[in-house]
Structure formats: structure tokens, C-alpha cells
């Protein structure tokens, strides 16, 4: 056996690494079932004229100081004794190996830069490869690392790239590049994850698709600053790259110190996003997801959009009541119950509760919802303060800053510089004052503003920050073990797997327009299961965007997530309630399937049709919204895909509005009486179906008998 080539293999995904001087993927895809080292010798490169005497490699951490002429893994330099630049351009060579068949770590020394290298993979049995660097100095001077990101190398057929953009009320919009000469690239320098370059990407083979072609998809789990690059050599080869973007001088290393990279999540599918979807899914709910309360997840009803910063205790008790009385499980006070939060403009900081506005302390509130048998929480946003605060006034000095500059405020606030040790304490005292005092289940942990000048003790501060972030959460949960976070920064401004390491659900949108939402909802699909997507019924006329939509469109966009409402129920007649109720009802009788089940979407060649899904091997929940006019008078045929061939199958509509039935002179006669076809036919022959109004949607449940 030669000991250079390293197997690591999954039930579906191979990795293949030439450990040899520096570690680098020969194959990384589909299983391979008879793996020999033979594969050192069929993916040895040919050396092309006019060019480098010898073959450079990609490896795992591309080196320039090599002759790679390509973005480097690893830059940085370091000033001497005498005042001179060096250690720019390190070449590492390994030393230590060690691995099994799921793992694999490395250790490699350039003795001249003085900086001690180590990588670790491992290919979990999801499929999902993770991967991270770190590095040391070996040296008296310190090192300045300006750059550590993780490279995965990807072969010369995935040549289209998917990534993710957006902006506040529209998160994780998709867009195709073809990779030809060059590289895609996308710096996220918020300071925070961030609603406009969510850090994921997905290469594939050209014209990937949800249920064909060949993907690598890519997650960083990181919730501050972000890169993500992928690129395509001259000879060819290309690679996709992913790390945090440091700002100048944000790490310096001193002797004996290291500096680590966020992990790296990244999956191969050969069955399209939906196999990258699967395999994200499974990672997250057996190694990311740590739920205290064991229960289903409960359905929510958040206070926002009902009522803003209008805060009356005995009408909140109103509200309550009538959110038990449709199914509600968990009631959650948003922004405005403390002291001097009468709009956006002050009190951020003052943690402590308002008594003008709750003359009786929030207990009596609380003791309501409880006795309504809901969960209650409350909205937090720890890290920022206004400038009209107690806070602010008694401490400026707290402020994330860089000394003589003025900033701009957003949203009228400022972050608050969590590195500071008093700042610190103080909002942990303030969070665990709230969590001890008071019978708090849920926090919604909010994050409003992104991050300018970040600076502490003038040093550069979006590293330092985020890891404060996380240390903040992670202290009050060890104090309050019990207590649920929701990750929530005007609406999904901070999602990834890292902050979900220490949060329970993610506040996908502000955007609660169905229409909107089915979008936003299928980008983040590909990364996150949905238990963790919040996903709410709001107002007849949404507050973002004014769009009016029935019952029938936001009842079903909202039953396939974390399921709540965000409105004022007092004011909504019993009629509309009664809506409320009956798909609070459809998502409690599909919770436990759309919550443990695999998702799926489904290629249509109408694309203002979203047809999605989510299964385990006996049952199926269909959705299928028109978004928009449909292309051809007559609805393309379902074909489900993902049933078994063996099996029967009973199909029943579980919902479809009144009114759309009416629209087709004869509806195919499945619909009213529920029937039962093979999985066979269902797969590969297909289901008609009548055409639907725009921004409507039918729910369809596929039972196996
Ligand atoms: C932004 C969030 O996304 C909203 O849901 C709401 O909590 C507001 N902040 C409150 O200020």
C-alpha cells in the first residue's frame, strides 16, 4: 500500500489525497469502489512547454512561494529585527500524517518563514467534507497574516457557479455565472454573516439543476467577514476558496501563537442540489443542531408586526389568548418592552423592563401565556446601543470604534465593543438578570446594524467581535441551558452553520410576503433544514412590500418552516382566525415529517411554478405554488422522482383554494377522489394537474398503503 494516497470515503463521496510533500486532492466526487493507488499514477499531470519545468500542484493550502501563479491559501509577511519584509511567500513540506477513513490531518513546516501548518479534514458520514487550517509562528518577530482561507480543488466540469446574494427583506437570491477564464469572487465585509453575499456556493457540471447534474456545494461557518472565490487556472484546473477576509493587520501573530480558519463545509452530489440539500440537511440536524427542549418545535406568534413598539400589558394578554385559541405554542414580545423604547431611536442598551409601560412587571404577562400553556419569550438585540441610552451617556467609551472618527449610526445605533471586558459583563448580567428573574424559554436575539470601523483599543475588531459574539451566547447557555435562541438580524442578516451551533432557529426574512418568501425560503433550503426556518403568516397586506395575498398562499409558504404568525390576532376577525387556525393545524399534522424528512424541489420546465416537497420512505408533502401566470394553458404533469417504484400510493389534496378549482372546466379527476397509483406511475409518467391561479398554492399528500 502506498501510504501518499489517502482514502476517505462516505456511503456516496470519495476523497483521494496525495499526502507527498504538500497535501493535495487527486479526486474528490463519487464513490469509488475498488480504490488502489493506481490513482496516483492515472491523475499525474503531463508538464506543458513554455512553463515551469515541473508540475505544480493545487494543494490544500495554495502556495505562490511554489509557482502556482494562482490566489494563495496562505499570505502574510513579517518584519525582522533589521526592518526587512520576509516570510512573504512560505513553501510548506509535510511532516507529520495522520488519518483513517473518514479523517485526515497534516502537519507541514516552512523552517525558513518559521510557520508550522495544519489541516484537517473530515468527510462525516452525511458526506459533508469539513475542513479548516491554522497556523503558528514559529519565530520571534510576529507573523502578519493577512490570509488563511481553505481551498478544495474542482475538476475541469464544473464550470457553472451558483452563489447567493441579497439585501434586507430579500435574502438568498441565487445567481448563475459560467466559469470559463478567471474567477467568480465575493467579499462580504459587513461584519456580520450578512444579508448580501451569504457565504455558500454551489459548482457544478453546466445546467446544473434540483434533481440532475453534478454539484460541490460550499458552506463557511462563519458569522462575521467572509470571501468566496473560485477560480479557473490557465491550464485548466479550477478550485473553489472560502475563508474569513481579515482586514489589515487584524492578525498578528506573535511567537507561539496560531491563528485557526472557520470550517469549511463542503458536499459533492452526482442527483443535483437536491443531493447537496439532502446531505447539508443531515449534517446539520446529527452534528450542528442541539435542540434543549426535545418537544417538536412549537409554533410561534411574535409581537413585531402586530403591534411595534405599542406596548399595552392587558391588550398583550389579549393577544395571547387569542393566539392560544388558533394553536399557538410559544408567544414572543418583540422590541419595545424596556425602558424608553418608544421607537427605533433610543434605549438600545438599557436592558432593564419599562415600568410606565408595565406598571405590574412582566410577570402577570407571563404568568398569562403560561397558563394559555404557550412558552414565552422576548426580544433582545445585546450588542448595540443608541446613543440616546442610559448606557451611552454613562459609557461612550464602550462603543465599537476606532478613536477621532465619526461613524455613521444605522437604524440610530451603534455596536457596542464586546472585546471590552466591562462591556462584557454587563450585558451578560443584564441577559442573565432577564433569564433568572423572569420564566424565559426563547430569546429573540436580534442584530441591526452592520459593523463600521470596528475597532478595539484601535486595533481592527471583526474577528475579535464575532468570537465575542459567540463567547456571549455560549457563557449564557451554559447558565441557562434550557433557553432556545433565535439568531434573528433584521430578518436573515446572520445565518450559518457556526452561529447555529449555539442558536435553535433563524429569523429567515423581515419580508412576510408569501410570494417573496417561496424564493427566499427555497435559497436558504439548500443549506438549512426547516426546523430552523422561521417561517410566518403575516398581515392580508404585507409590510414590506404592500403585496396582498389570501390565506391559501401564506398559510402554505408558512406550514413548510418553523412555523408562526406575526400579527395582531386581536384585530383579525374570527373568520381570517379561523384560517389561521386550520394551517396551524395542516403544519402540526405534517410537523414531525417536515421537521425530520428529506426536501426536495422539483425541475419544471414552467418556471413560474415552485414545486417542493418533503418525504420519508412511506409519506410525501407536496407543495405546488403558482408564482406567477403560468407559461402554457395546461399544467406540466408532476413527476414525483423520489417515490418507491414498488410501492402504492394514495393521493389526496389537502388543500387548494375554492376558487381555483373553478378555473378549469373539468379538474383531472384524482382531485376529488383521493386515488391510489404506483410509485412507478407517480415517478415516471406523472400526475396532471389543473393550472392555478398566480400566487396560489396546493399542499398534496402522497401516502404509501
Ligand atoms: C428587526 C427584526 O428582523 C424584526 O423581526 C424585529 O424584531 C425588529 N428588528 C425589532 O426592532
Redesign the pocket.
Known amino acids: 500500500m502506498n501510504m501518499d494516497t489517502i482514502h476517505l470515503f462516505s456511503a456516496n463521496t470519495s476523497v483521494v489525497i496525495l499526502s507527498k510533500s504538500a497535501p493535495q486532492i487527486l479526486y474528490w466526487g463519487e464513490k469509488l469502489n475498488h480504490f488502489d493507488e493506481t490513482v496516483a499514477l492515472i491523475t499525474e499531470r503531463a508538464v506543458s512547454q513554455a512553463r515551469l519545468d515541473i508540475d505544480i500542484p493545487v494543494t490544500l493550502c495554495p502556495e505562490n512561494g511554489r509557482g502556482l501563479f494562482s490566489t494563495a491559501g496562505i499570505e502574510g509577511f513579517r518584519i525582522s529585527a533589521d526592518g526587512r519584509n520576509l516570510d512573504w511567500a512560505p513553501v510548506f513540506e509535510t511532516t507529520e500524517v495522520e488519518f483513517d477513513d473518514t479523517s485526515a490531518s497534516f502537519t507541514c513546516i516552512d523552517d525558513i518563514a518559521k510557520l508550522e501548518l495544519k489541516i484537517a479534514l473530515y468527510l462525516d458520514t452525511s458526506g459533508v467534507l469539513r475542513k479548516s487550517l491554522s497556523v503558528k509562528n514559529l519565530a520571534v518577530e510576529p507573523y502578519h497574516l493577512s490570509r488563511l482561507v481553505n481551498t478544495l480543488p474542482l475538476p475541469h466540469r464544473a464550470n457553472e457557479v451558483m452563489s447567493f446574494h441579497g439585501r434586507w427583506s430579500r435574502e438568498f437570491q441565487t445567481q448563475r455565472v459560467s466559469l470559463e477564464h478567471g474567477a467568480f469572487s465575493q467579499d462580504n465585509r459587513r461584519g456580520r454573516t450578512s444579508h448580501e453575499y451569504f457565504p455558500g456556493m454551489m459548482v457544478g457540471s453546466s445546467g446544473f439543476s434540483e434533481q440532475t447534474g453534478e454539484v460541490w456545494g460550499f458552506h463557511l461557518a462563519w458569522s462575521g467577514n467572509n470571501h468566496v472565490r473560485c477560480e479557473t487556472k490557465s491550464d485548466g484546473r479550477r478550485f473553489a476558496q472560502m475563508g474569513e477576509l481579515l482586514l489589515a493587520g487584524e492578525t498578528s501573530l506573535k511567537n507561539g501563537e496560531s491563528y485557526s480558519t472557520p470550517e469549511l463545509y463542503a458536499c459533492y452530489s452526482d442527483k443535483g442540489l437536491n443531493g447537496i440539500r439532502t446531505q447539508f440537511h443531515r449534517l446539520v440536524r446529527s452534528e450542528i443542531l442541539n435542540f434543549p427542549n426535545k418537544a417538536l418545535r412549537p409554533v410561534h406568534l ?1 409581537t ?1 408586526e402586530g403591534i411595534y413598539f405599542e406596548h399595552d400589558p392587558d391588550y398583550i394578554k389579549q393577544m395571547a389568548t387569542e393566539a392560544a385559541k388558533i394553536g399557538v405554542e410559544r408567544f414572543i414580545i ?2 419595545g418592552w424596556f425602558i424608553g423604547r418608544d421607537g ?1 431611536r433610543a434605549a438600545l442598551g438599557d436592558w432593564f423592563l419599562d415600568k410606565k409601560k408595565y406598571p405590574d412587571g412582566l410577570e402577570p404577562v407571563i404568568e398569562h401565556v403560561n397558563q394559555l400553556d404557550m412558552e414565552f419569550g422576548l ?1 433582545v ?1 445585546p450588542e448595540m446601543v443608541n446613543p440616546d441610552s442610559n448606557l451611552f451617556r454613562k459609557h461612550p467609551e464602550w462603543m465599537l470604534g476606532i478613536d477621532g472618527y465619526d461613524q455613521p449610526s444605522g437604524r440610530y445605533q451603534y455596536l457596542l465593543d464586546l472585546q471590552n471586558s466591562d462591556c462584557f459583563t454587563y450585558l451578560f448580567n443584564c441577559l442573565d438578570a432577564l433569564l433568572t428573574d423572569y420564566n424565559i424559554g426563547y430569546f ?1 436575539w ?1 442584530m ?1 446594524r452592520e459593523l463600521v470601523q470596528p475597532g478595539h483599543e484601535g486595533a481592527p475588531a471583526v474577528r475579535g467581535q464575532t468570537l465575542a459574539y459567540y463567547r456571549l451566547i455560549d457563557e449564557l447557555s451554559k447558565k441557562h441551558p434550557k433557553v432556545e435562541i433565535e439568531s ?4 436573515g442578516g446572520r445565518i450559518d452553520f457556526e452561529v447555529l451551533k449555539r442558536t435553535h432557529r433563524f ?1 429567515t426574512s ?1 419580508c412576510n410576503d408569501a410570494l417573496e418568501r417561496q424564493t427566499i425560503q427555497k435559497g436558504m433550503s439548500y443549506f438549512f433544514p426547516p426546523e430552523v426556518m422561521g417561517a410566518h403568516i403575516g398581515p392580508y397586506e404585507s409590510h414590506t412590500t404592500r403585496r396582498r395575498h389570501d390565506i391559501n398562499l401564506r398559510g402554505i409558504t408558512a406550514l413548510g418552516g418553523h412555523m408562526g404568525v406575526e400579527l395582531d390576532p386581536v384585530k383579525e376577525s374570527d373568520e381570517e382566525k379561523s384560517r389561521f387556525a386550520h394551517y396551524i393545524e395542516l403544519h402540526k399534522r405534517f410537523r414531525s415529517l417536515l421537521h425530520s424528512g428529506e426536501v426536495f424541489y422539483l425541475d419544471s420546465n414552467d418556471t413560474t411554478r415552485n414545486v417542493y416537497g418533503v418525504k420519508n420512505p412511506d409519506e410525501m408533502l407536496l407543495t405546488v405554488c403558482q408564482l406567477a401566470m403560468p407559461d402554457f394553458a395546461s399544467a406540466e404533469p408532476i413527476r414525483f422522482g423520489y417515490l418507491d417504484a414498488e410501492k402504492m400510493y394514495q393521493v389526496e389534496v389537502v388543500d387548494f383554494p375554492a376558487a381555483s378549482r373553478k378555473l378549469m372546466k373539468v379538474n383531472p379527476s384524482w382531485m376529488d377522489n383521493s386515488s391510489i397509483f404506483s410509485g412507478e406511475l407517480l415517478n415516471k409518467v406523472g400526475l396532471t394537474m389543473p393550472i392555478q391561479d398566480p400566487e396560489t398554492a396546493m399542499l398534496i399528500s402522497i401516502k404509501a398503503v
Do not use: P
Open positions: 411574535n413585531w418583540d422590541d427605533e426580544w438585540e429573540k436580534d441591526n434573528c438580524s433584521s430578518g429569523w423581515d
